[in-house]
């Protein structure tokens, strides 16, 4: 009986010793199902990336918003498929609040900027990353990724592989974040 009752002690105090889930896990289904929640998220790429007439920008830019970055490219089909998604994303919830960023991993800039323009997003800004390191930075393995940071710049989830944003289950996921307090 003592010793059950000191496993039990000890199971609560391991339990009260780690990390306390951000309940992002509960939102994993369905176009979700690759979402990711790190252990040990890496610190926010601070790589600057260049936007329409060679504006620069880094995601410290940012900061006070929940922030749905995507690494993309155009000659990437899961890319191309998520893209509508994104925009409309952005169009629903995009705010003082949360913004999607899209970055493109193409050689040049036009290309991402023609993308835009042909398939009419219009609520996206076209980036890119001259440099190519932002992929690197974010320890992406593949396009496309998207990472979900807090209002602090902190990483919170990643989905790597092509996702429905503007699905029920993703709505649901931004708006649980938006509900959250500073």
Known sequence: MVVIGLLAIFSVIVQSCQSPKNGLEAFRTKSL??????????????VKFQGPGGKEMSL???RGKYVLLNVWATWCPP???EMPSLDQLQALR???NFEVVTISMDR???HASEFFEKYKL??????HDASFAMNVRVRARGLPISIIYDRNGREIGRVSGEADWASEEALKLIDHLLERPF
């Open 33 to 46: 199902k690759r979402l990711h929640v790190l252990e040990a998220p890496p610190v926010q790429a601070s």
């Open 60 to 62: 410290d830019a940012y």
């Open 79 to 81: 890319c191309v498929a």
């Open 94 to 96: 995009g705010g003082d």
């Open 108 to 110: 040049q800039a036009v």
């Open 122 to 127: 219009n609520n996206l800004t076209p980036w």
